[in-house]
């Protein structure tokens, strides 16, 4: 049997760390995948670092199994800069429409430049 994670991209860019942004960090970090954040709040680190830590206690609390390494959390400045070498962008935003436009334009700008960059993808 394949292993499922082999599908998994390497890196993820991550726009927003909140609740939902936050789990997906979880999600991302513990099989493995490295994950890009930008989040304009100042404690994002801090937040996003409580859920993984509540993530591994619940993975630990399901399985026996062994787990993958754990992937790398990189906080990032700007959505760009989280955008950029990403093989899955994923916006987690508060639902104010003006703000995702944006974080969708700052992301889509440069992604035209290569034909084979993701697209964001509305988390």
Not at 39 to 60: F, H, I, L, Q, T
């Given at each position: 049997?394949?292993?499922?994670?082999?599908?998994?991209?390497?890196?993820?860019?991550?726009?927003?760390?909140?609740v939902?942004?936050?789990?997906w960090?979880a999600?991302?970090?513990l099989?493995?995948?490295?994950?890009?954040?930008?989040?304009?709040d100042?404690?994002?680190?801090?937040?996003v670092g409580?859920?993984v830590?509540?993530?591994?206690r619940?993975?630990?609390?399901?399985?026996h199994?062994?787990?993958?390494?754990?992937?790398?959390?990189?906080?990032?400045?700007?959505?760009?800069?989280?955008?950029?070498?990403?093989?899955l962008?994923?916006?987690?935003?508060?639902?104010?429409e003006?703000?995702?436009?944006?974080?969708f334009?700052?992301v889509e700008?440069p992604?035209?430049?290569?034909p084979?960059s993701?697209?964001?993808?509305?988390?």
């Amino acid at each position: 049997m394949a292993d499922p994670r082999a599908a998994l991209p390497e890196t993820v860019a991550l726009l927003g760390g909140g609740v939902i942004g936050g789990g997906w960090a979880a999600r991302f970090l513990l099989n493995g995948v490295d994950v890009r954040l930008h989040d304009p709040d100042p404690d994002a680190g801090r937040k996003v670092g409580e859920v993984v830590e509540n993530g591994r206690r619940a993975m630990r609390r399901l399985t026996h199994a062994p787990l993958p390494g754990e992937g790398r959390l990189v906080l990032c400045a700007s959505a760009e800069e989280a955008a950029a070498g990403a093989a899955l962008i994923v916006e987690s935003a508060p639902e104010r429409e003006q703000l995702k436009r944006e974080l969708f334009a700052r992301v889509e700008a440069p992604l035209r430049t290569t034909p084979s960059s993701p697209r964001p993808h509305p988390g």
